[in-house]
């Protein structure tokens, strides 16, 4: 576990750990210097946030945990392996009974307010299955290497999010004509504990506000949204950076211009708008903010390094997406790309949901073997072998999942 | 009565046994928080430099080197150590990622530390060359029935 605890406790005495603590420690004399007793510790995040222990924490400060390809086998994400990635720190004290949502901005015709509850009780609900990836998702495999969590592949995830349309409840609002974009406003609280700092702003245009399956969502998987990913109130845009989907949620500003709120601008999710050379200088001007992610898949059965018998069949599986479209074909390699071959597929349960696939490889002889997976979407893009397009923070890694197996 | 004081002394006797595996279990427990327990809490910044002997990680998560102490204590205050350990940068790319955390994210003027920094993090996390695809690495075997 990469998780290391902060060590604060250097020069306290034993009198003022009792203050802390709450009790007197008895034996208080025979602990070891400085060991720090486990009431003072920083939080286990497995148990905090209800996380597999098989998560890997890659950022204790702000929280960043991702999954593995065989930890998000689940057709369902469960929350133990859904990863979590923040810009600040969770907010604390959150009164579900009394949180609002305000909706402002040049291009809102009123300013206006709703109780969570009215949100429940005055708009239909509806239930999706929406991926969700992190913008830098597969940021650790570009070089030269790109600065910020050193994502591998499990910053992904498709969860059941029921909410209310956003659609519905801007009509509710009335927007005028001019309206471009809509930027969220979280409770989260910048790194800094700078009050007038926000940790993370972003937004999407007005035609991806106004899809049907663009949530104010308070429940993931049937139940209310955990901590980590928003309660109680949380902005759901699948198949586009998760950084879209804001998290404890407080306000959307109705925008006639495109959203300037924190990380909208410089290299933060955004990419050369046209391709660079790995490592070259890119103007801000020159870059573009990501919108649909691109084509991608994992082999989440079997787990990576499965050594099998002569003869053995292996049936692998996982999950394929391509952020606002279909995928329209998904294929596996066992000689490194040479020939491919087609695996099942299954049609989206909606629009945004991960699809399932499925293939049965019979293995030629002995040896190593590197299981390839090749999605391909509904506009006859596939994923690339090599590393996709360098970029100066490392986005959009769709390159093709790979497993290790050994014939012996 | 003599009945009555044999099962007193066989309370008594139950007791003594109790205390005796309760006074093991305590000194066994402190023996093995001694040896097994957070290794990573027993050395101090400024401790004498035998006790990290064993492995150039401090115990911040940092690795062990000239300038450590000045990158924790200007480093760490507002993100965990993970979020710099996990990067591999240039001296120009720790440059620039300082002056974004100065000009976006109310990091302070570092004056004379920002050398004794940026050398610090140029030399133990510095970039490597890895292609356009590394090879597939850290693969635990396992049978698969």
Same mark, same amino acid.
């Given at each position: 576990?990469?998780?290391?605890?902060?060590?604060?406790?250097?020069?306290?005495?034993?009198?003022s750990?009792?203050t802390?603590?709450g009790?007197?420690?008895?034996?208080?004399?025979?602990?070891?210097?400085n060991?720090k007793p486990?009431?003072?510790?920083d939080?286990d995040?497995?148990?905090?946030?209800?996380k597999?222990?098989?998560m890997?924490?890659?950022?204790s400060?702000p929280w960043?945990?991702?999954?593995? !390809?065989?930890?998000l086998?689940?057709?369902?994400?469960?929350n133990?392996? #859904?990863?979590?990635?923040?810009?600040?720190l969770?907010?604390?004290n959150?009164? !579900?009974?009394?949180w609002?949502?305000?909706?402002?901005?040049?291009?809102?015709?009123?300013?206006?307010?709703?109780?969570?509850?009215?949100?429940?009780?005055?708009?239909?609900q509806?239930?999706? =299955?929406?991926?969700l990836e992190?913008?830098?998702?597969?940021?650790?495999?570009?070089?030269?290497?790109a600065?910020?969590?050193q994502?591998?592949?499990?910053?992904?995830s498709c969860?059941?999010w029921?909410g209310v349309?956003l659609k519905?409840?801007l009509?509710?609002?009335?927007?005028?004509?001019?309206?471009?974009?809509?930027g969220y406003?979280?409770?989260?609280?910048h790194?800094?504990?700078?009050?007038?700092?926000?940790?993370?702003?972003?937004g999407?245009p007005?035609?991806?506000?106004m899809q049907?399956?663009?949530?104010l969502?308070?429940?993931m998987?049937?139940?209310?949204?955990?901590?980590?990913?928003?309660f109680?109130?949380?902005?759901?845009?699948?198949?586009?950076?998760?950084?879209?989907?804001?998290?404890?949620l407080k306000?959307?500003?109705?925008r006639?211009?495109?959203?300037?709120?924190?990380?909208m601008?410089?290299?933060?999710?955004?990419?050369?708008?046209?391709?660079?050379?790995?490592?070259?200088?890119?103007? $801000?001007e $020159? @870059?573009?903010?990501?919108?649909? #992610?691109?084509?991608?898949s994992l082999i989440?059965y079997?787990k990576?390094?499965?050594?099998l018998?002569?003869? =053995?069949?292996?049936n692998?599986?996982g999950?394929a997406?391509a952020?606002?479209?279909?995928v329209?074909? @998904?294929?596996?390699?066992?000689?490194?790309g040479?020939?491919?071959?087609?695996c099942?597929?299954e049609k989206?349960?909606n629009?945004l !949901?991960?699809?399932?696939?499925?293939?049965?490889?019979?293995?030629?002889?002995?040896?190593?073997?590197?299981?390839?997976?090749?999605?391909t979407?509904?506009?006859?893009k596939?994923?690339? @072998?090599?590393?996709?397009?360098?970029n100066?923070?490392?986005?959009?890694?769709?390159a093709?999942h790979?497993?290790?197996?050994?014939?012996? | 009565?003599?009945?009555?004081?044999?099962?007193?002394?066989?309370?008594?006797?139950?007791y003594?046994?109790l205390?005796?595996?309760?006074?093991?279990?305590?000194?066994a427990?402190i023996?093995?928080?001694?040896?097994?327990?957070?290794?990573?809490?027993?050395?101090?910044?400024?401790d004498?430099?035998?006790?990290n002997?064993?492995s150039?990680?401090?115990?911040?998560?940092?690795?062990e080197?000239?300038?450590?102490?000045?990158?924790?204590?200007?480093?760490?205050?507002?993100?965990?150590?993970?979020?710099?350990? =996990?990067?591999?940068?240039?001296?120009?790319?720790?440059?620039?990622?300082?002056?974004? #955390?100065q000009?976006?994210?109310?990091?302070?003027?570092l004056?004379d530390?920002?050398?004794?920094?940026?050398?610090y993090?140029?030399k133990?996390?510095?970039?490597?060359?890895?292609?356009r695809?590394?090879?597939?690495?850290?693969?635990?075997?396992?049978?698969?029935?």
């Open positions: 576990m990469n998780f290391k605890r902060r060590n604060f406790l250097k020069k306290a005495t034993l009198g750990l009792a802390v603590i009790a007197d420690i008895v034996y208080g004399e025979l602990m070891p210097k060991y486990l009431a003072l510790q939080p995040p497995f148990k905090l946030f209800h597999d222990a098989d890997t924490v890659l950022n400060k960043n945990i991702e999954a593995k !390809a065989h930890l086998d689940d057709k369902v994400t469960p133990k392996f #859904m990863f979590i990635r923040n810009n600040g969770i907010p604390e959150i009164d !579900a009974e009394s609002t949502l305000t909706f402002d901005g040049e291009s809102v015709k009123n300013t206006k307010t709703y109780t969570l509850a009215e949100l429940k009780s005055k708009f239909k509806y239930s999706y =299955q929406l991926t992190c913008g830098g998702n597969g940021r650790s495999e570009f070089n030269p290497p600065k910020g969590n994502w591998t592949i499990g910053a992904v969860a059941t029921t349309r519905d409840v009509a509710d609002v009335g927007i005028k004509d001019d309206a471009k974009y809509i406003h979280a409770a989260d609280v790194l800094s504990r700078d009050p007038e700092k926000e940790p993370i702003s972003r999407a007005i035609a991806k506000a049907e399956e663009t949530l969502a308070f429940e998987n049937g139940e209310a949204i955990p901590l980590a990913h928003g109680p109130l949380r902005l759901i845009a699948g198949g586009w950076p998760a950084s879209v989907s804001g998290k404890w306000r959307i500003s109705i006639n211009i495109i959203h300037d709120g924190a990380k601008g410089g290299s933060s999710y955004r990419v050369p708008c046209k391709p660079v050379a790995p490592g070259e200088k890119v103007k $801000d $020159d @870059m573009c903010i990501i919108e649909s #992610m691109p084509v991608k989440t079997p990576t390094g499965a050594i018998s002569e003869g =053995q069949k292996l692998i599986r999950h997406w952020g606002e479209l279909e329209s074909k @998904m294929e596996y390699s066992i000689d490194f040479s020939t491919w071959h087609l099942t597929l989206p349960v629009r !949901a991960w699809q399932h696939f499925a293939a049965a490889i019979e293995f030629p002889q002995k040896g190593y073997y590197e299981v390839w997976a090749r999605a979407d509904s506009q006859g596939s994923q690339p @072998m090599l590393l996709p397009g360098w100066p923070k490392g986005y959009l890694n769709n093709s790979r497993i290790a197996i050994k014939i012996a | 009565m003599s009945d009555k004081n044999t099962t007193e002394k066989r309370i008594r006797k139950s003594r046994f205390i005796v595996i309760c006074a093991i279990a305590l000194i427990g023996i093995a928080l001694y040896f097994g327990g957070p290794t990573e809490e027993t050395s101090e910044i400024g004498d430099p035998s006790e002997l064993e150039d990680i401090n115990h911040s998560g940092f690795i080197d000239e300038g450590v102490q000045t990158v924790i204590n200007n480093c760490t205050t507002c993100h965990a150590a993970e979020l710099v350990t =996990q990067n591999k940068m240039t001296k120009e790319g720790w440059l620039a990622t300082i002056r974004w #955390m000009e976006s994210q109310n990091l302070w003027d004056g530390n920002e050398a004794i920094i940026l050398n993090l140029a133990n996390y510095a970039p490597e060359d890895t292609g695809r590394p090879a597939l690495k850290d693969i635990e075997w396992y049978a698969l029935k």
